[in-house]
């Protein structure tokens, strides 16, 4: 029969942690930002979030957030707290929507998960029906009807968040693959061949051509905040000649 040892001297072991104090919703979702701001929409488990707040216990956040489509909800509407909604000084109904544009993209640069998750809960936060009851506003003074001035503010959000995930999944596949801008027009050449050859497509050969020359500089290239006003200006133009309101 084996002998039981006797355990160490209660000096020798660590001192357990102090009983945590309670934790606020707030903390949780802080906690899961940073984790989908460093690692992606992907990162965000509800045992990487305890561990971030160090429990080892999952199972203590429900208490606060339900589930993880709640913890979602409430990502999603703290990052929409960060979109301001321009001043009452802003009478120009274009320049009050072109800031609110400008600001959402602003806030997807800095989450870029959130284009990602945005369109897989309801945009039902306080945050969210904020924004959506600005633009309503905006075009119920311009005697728009509510149906129409809320699907104008969809292509507007579509527009953002459609290029907020196109930049995020080009940012993330650039970041894991460290690319250098040579590096990338060296692929584009494997792709393309040396573009010395007559080509069915002479214009997107031409356009190809130009990115591929080592010596054209790629800051002519429209980058992303570039895209974003000229998408945003054809959009706003579109909508001034459907309601006869040039602005």
Not at 145 to 159: C, E, M, V
């Amino acid at each position: 029969m084996t002998r039981e040892l006797s355990p160490p001297p209660i000096w020798s072991l660590p001192a357990p942690p102090k009983r945590r104090r309670d934790l606020s919703r707030d903390e949780i979702v802080r906690a899961a930002i940073a984790i989908a701001n460093a690692g992606g929409a992907e990162a965000v488990t509800m045992r990487a979030v305890a561990a971030r707040l160090g429990s080892s216990a999952p199972m203590s956040l429900y208490r606060y957030v339900r589930n993880k489509d709640g913890l979602v909800d409430l990502m999603l509407d703290a990052a929409m707290a960060e979109v301001r909604t321009p001043s009452e000084s802003v009478v120009d109904w274009r320049e009050g929507l072109a800031r609110l544009a400008r600001s959402m993209w602003e806030m997807t640069k800095q989450h870029r998960w959130y284009a990602r998750l945005v369109h897989t809960r309801p945009p039902a936060g306080p945050n969210a029906c904020r924004i959506h009851e600005y633009v309503l506003t905006v075009f119920a003074d311009l005697g728009v009807g509510l149906q129409t001035a809320s699907d104008f503010y969809l292509l507007i959000n579509r527009h953002v968040i459609g290029l907020a995930l196109q930049y995020a999944d080009t940012a993330y596949v650039q970041s894991d693959a460290d690319l250098t801008v040579d590096e990338i027009r060296q692929t584009a050449r494997s792709w393309w061949g040396q573009m010395d050859t007559e080509s069915p497509y002479p214009h997107l050969q031409q356009l190809m051509r130009r990115f591929l020359d080592e010596h054209n500089p790629t800051d002519g290239w429209a980058g992303p905040d570039t895209q974003l006003e000229i998408g945003l200006g054809c959009l706003l133009d579109g909508i001034a000649n459907r309601i006869g309101n040039p602005g």
